[in-house]
């Protein structure tokens, strides 16, 4: 049976074409390669692959609708399958491994529990403190929780590229050397190592720790690979770009035995090349397919392609000299400092609505979208009543205030924790918990059940709160007694004037008060001692029957329940090891506390947040949409491309930094020679120099392939610190100047007018 690759540009119909294939492989399925009633089911099972979370749930769509539900479609990530296989194989796996370390006996039974990435940063980091001192920090020139985060890193890249521990030090040493101290490098392969054996023991698994299972002794196993084909008929595998090498293996394991695949290949995609996919080494399984090759249409191009502005582009960046002819649907806009072109930017979509553009057909990409911009663009736009909505943000949960107001409170609760907390979260809390939204007008029930978001949205940000900051500082300057052991909150009357509180605030302060002796009171009875209790109570009292709360806000406190159950289960587990005596020096444990106690596990739960530790989107979770909210969407690049979104209108932001031509946290550390196609020799400053230019062309390419119409490239000659922009997209951005200065309709227009319309700041707030 011959497979098909199906080789395509952005937006070519690769997706459209696999799902064709799909529908048409389970009307007329093969016959079963195995005897005995074939497959058991209907039809031959099918595997579906997607590159992330977000094509996945696109796809599963597409094909129920073209197959109109008949049959079930089961699709994965990569990751994804990789986990869900070694869960469901793991005695196989305890007993592989044993053999392989020649074990008298294996690990205890655990039923394996997957730690989420903030977890895994917390436990890896208590591990290893003993080892990382700061003589180990200054060489490695990072702090601690970045070094920690690195390490764990080196062994998800390995795992997803085929590499065993032991050989990441001889790795690092070939293809870094120079870079840093050589002497880390056996470091680190020591700290990976203890990891690995401790989760190990405990039954529990990591990303890293899964694919090093999965690749080395799952995937070999001949068990396990007679249990893959009686399940597998076929492989259709979307964006084998973003796919990591161990992905490949398998894919070339089911089309050795006979099974037949479809697989897409962007070569402008790539999106997660320098995070843990390996776009040339799934490239070779083209040798194996029908190869099919699929064009789109970028921004400026006509049905003949006539006029490629992509490739314009990529000539203007290798070479500035040259003038090019550039489409007029590609526009500019300039100023001098960065705060003017946000505004600018803002003003330009304000105008794009009222001439009768859709919020939702509207995008602002940027190299890195940060704070300044999210929230001035945020607020311009909102006060015109348009939308705005962030592409996947993430952002830590300490910085949600509705969060932070939360783990305050559980700290006045629970003994042992004052010092966690000051007076100014305390004034903080006091706010946050006092909080009201007004209530929706008089409705009919048809009429509230049909309530748009947007209006919701209007009224959540009318809260009103009955303690304001001024009153908040002073009840903590008069009542609040810091203590080590127990804070208190004293009765308002402690505050000589405490009449000027006002009623509102004085019983909105008692009744915060109250709660929280009742909480102590219950936990001293051992008829609250459930912290994660304590704070569904604290959101069923103060938040939920008296706000409106938002998707952001009701997505982090979701986050946050989820986070904290699982801390909860990771550390009941830990504390089950310690009591069984399993280490022979319990005193060189680092999870040995000198106050062990329930209180403690809640002191580092906050600590750990407190930190700004990014935890995992809640799950699961049906995202809002531009789509859906009728909004302009935000994004960075890396963001947009892996949504893999597309806008009739795109606007392009500090199109003149440097920033385009670095990878930025799009790249991990030592990513490049866990490549499949690396030789063994050291990675110098010239190599970083050609993989920043091949990911510049990929996404000038992609880019123009996801905007229909318009095209602006937002440009200020000054960046937010004030040093000169001079990046390589600055000789696109002057060409697109001169097509605004020249227009087309009036040749003999020779003066150069300029091109920045005055912002009205009675309008348009600074």
Not at 393 to 419: C, D, E, F, K, W
Not at 594 to 615: C, R
Request: proline share 7%; hydrophobic share 40%; net charge negative.
């Amino acid at each position: 049976m011959i497979s098909t690759w199906i080789n395509g540009t952005t937006r070519s119909g690769k997706t459209t074409r696999l799902v064709a294939g799909y529908c048409q492989w389970v009307e007329t399925p093969p016959k079963p390669r195995f005897s005995g009633g074939g497959f058991g089911l209907s039809h031959p099972p099918v595997l579906v692959l997607a590159a992330n979370d977000d094509s996945k749930r696109e796809l599963n769509e597409q094909l129920t609708i073209a197959t109109q539900g008949k049959y079930p479609v089961t699709i994965k990530s990569p990751l994804g399958f990789f986990q869900e296989e070694v869960l469901l194989f793991f005695p196989l796996l305890i007993q592989s491994w044993a053999e392989s370390q020649q074990l008298p006996q294996t690990p205890p039974p655990l039923f394996p529990l997957k730690l989420h990435p903030e977890t895994e940063q917390e436990m890896a980091t208590r591990l290893w403190q003993n080892r990382l001192t700061p003589s180990v920090l200054q060489q490695a020139g990072t702090g601690e929780y970045q070094l920690v985060r690195r390490i764990l890193d080196l062994m998800m890249l390995a795992g997803l590229s085929g590499v065993s521990l032991e050989d990441i030090p001889v790795m690092l040493h070939q293809g870094l050397a120079g870079e840093e101290d050589p002497a880390l490098y056996p470091l680190y392969g020591e700290l990976l190592q203890a990891w690995y054996d401790w989760c190990w023991q405990r039954g529990f698994l990591t990303y890293g720790i899964i694919t090093q299972l999965y690749w080395r002794y799952l995937l070999p196993h001949p068990d396990y690979q007679r249990n893959l084909l009686q399940r597998t008929a076929a492989v259709f595998a979307d964006d084998v770009d973003d796919y990591p090498a161990i992905a490949c293996d398998l894919l070339e394991l089911l089309l050795d035995r006979g099974v037949q695949g479809m697989f897409t290949y962007n070569p402008n995609g790539k999106v997660r090349l320098g995070l843990n996919a390996d776009p040339d080494y799934l490239l070779g399984l083209a040798s194996r397919c029908r190869v099919e090759n699929l064009t789109g249409l970028v921004l400026g191009e006509s049905g003949d392609n006539s006029g490629n502005i992509a490739e314009t582009m990529v000539d203007l960046v290798s070479n500035p000299v040259f003038l090019p002819v550039l489409p007029p649907n590609l526009r500019g806009i300039q100023t001098v400092a960065r705060s003017q072109m946000l505004r600018q930017t803002a003003t330009t979509i304000i105008d794009l609505v009222r001439s009768g553009v859709e919020p939702r057909e509207i995008a602002v990409i940027a190299p890195g979208l940060d704070a300044i911009a999210r929230y001035t663009l945020t607020e311009i736009l909102t006060a015109q009543g348009i939308g705005v909505y962030g592409l996947n943000t993430q952002n830590p949960l300490n910085s949600m205030a509705i969060i932070r107001g939360l783990l305050t409170l559980l700290a006045l609760v629970y003994p042992g924790l004052g010092r966690l907390i000051t007076g100014q979260r305390v004034a903080e809390m006091l706010v946050i918990l006092s909080g009201r939204s007004p209530q929706l007008p008089n409705q009919s029930p048809s009429q509230s059940a049909n309530a748009s978001e947007k209006s919701l949205d209007q009224f959540s940000t009318r809260e009103t709160y009955d303690i304001d900051p001024v009153r908040a500082g002073l009840l903590v300057d008069h009542c609040f007694v810091p203590d080590p052991e127990l804070p208190q909150l004293l009765p308002e009357s402690s505050f000589p004037r405490w009449d000027r509180l006002g009623a509102k605030a004085t019983a909105a302060y008692g009744e915060i008060r109250q709660w929280i002796e009742e909480q102590r009171l219950q936990q001293q009875q051992r008829l609250a001692f459930s912290a994660i209790a304590v704070l569904d109570r604290a959101m069923q009292k103060f938040l939920f029957p008296r706000r409106h709360l938002n998707y952001e806000q009701l997505s982090g406190l979701r986050a946050l329940m989820e986070t904290a159950q699982h801390y909860w289960e990771v550390d009941q587990r830990v504390r089950q090891n310690q009591s069984q005596n399993q280490f022979q020096h319990q005193s060189s444990n680092p999870y040995q506390r000198p106050k062990p106690g329930y209180a403690d596990t809640i002191a580092q739960f906050i600590q750990m947040l407190d930190l700004g530790t990014v935890t995992a989107n809640p799950y699961p979770v049906q995202r809002f949409t531009p789509q859906t909210v009728n909004s302009v969407t935000l994004a960075n690049i890396f963001q947009y491309r892996q949504d893999r979104s597309f806008h009739p209108y795109h606007f392009w932001l500090d199109v003149g930094s440097s920033f385009w031509l670095s990878g930025g946290a799009a790249t991990l550390y030592a990513a490049p020679i866990f490549l499949k196609g690396w030789r063994g020799q050291p990675w110098t400053v010239e190599n970083d120099y050609d993989a920043d230019d091949q990911r510049l062309k990929r996404i000038i390419h992609d880019l123009l392939g996801r905007v229909g119409k318009q095209l602006y490239l937002c440009h200020s000659d000054l960046a937010a610190n004030g040093q000169e922009q001079t990046g390589p997209l600055l000789a696109v951005v002057n060409a697109a100047l001169a097509i605004d200065t020249f227009p087309e309709d009036d040749p003999e227009n020779t003066q150069a007018p300029n091109t920045v319309p005055k912002v009205t700041p009675e309008l348009y707030p600074r």
